[in-house]
Nanobody, 128 residues
Framework: QVQFVESGGGLVQPGGSLRLSCAAPGITLGDYAIGWFRQAPGKEREGVSCSSASDASTYYADSVKGRFTISRDNGKSTVYLQVNSLKPEDTGVYYC?????????????????????WGQGTRVTVSS
């Protein structure tokens, strides 16, 4: 079964940083827009950031703009999410997935139903 493998999560104090990685064995990253989602305890999964395959465009949810940065290395089949200035509300399990509908990120949202190859996620806990 093809799926992403996320890593890099952990326990961090407010204001701290992490670099999340998303490896894609068996997936040609250059064919897909890749998204990072997160799910906080008791809440629905939400789209956090997207990296287009067709151009250099990206999308960030308002809650993470200016703090998170998505990047990709197609040669290494890996997508990264640099998360800085972390807040307790950033706590959750972070997942990456491939958009099977489009190669460019939407400008205003991320539809999880369009994504596939979900991994097991990596847990981020922001707490003092």
């Amino acid at each position: 079964q093809v799926q992403f493998v996320e890593s890099g999560g952990g326990l961090v104090q407010p204001g701290g940083s992490l670099r999340l990685s998303c490896a894609a064995p068996g997936i040609t990253l250059g064919d897909y827009a890749i998204g990072w989602f997160r799910q906080a305890p008791g809440k629905e999964r939400e789209g956090v950031s997207c990296s287009s395959a067709s151009d250099a465009s990206t999308y960030y949810a308002d809650s993470v703009k200016g703090r998170f940065t998505i990047s990709r290395d197609n040669g290494k089949s890996t997508v990264y999410l640099q998360v800085n200035s972390l807040k307790p509300e950033d706590t959750g399990v972070y997942y990456c997935a491939a958009d099977l509908v489009r190669r460019a990120c939407l400008s205003g949202t991320m539809w999880s139903r369009d994504y596939a190859y979900w991994g097991q996620g990596t847990r981020v806990t922001v707490s003092s």
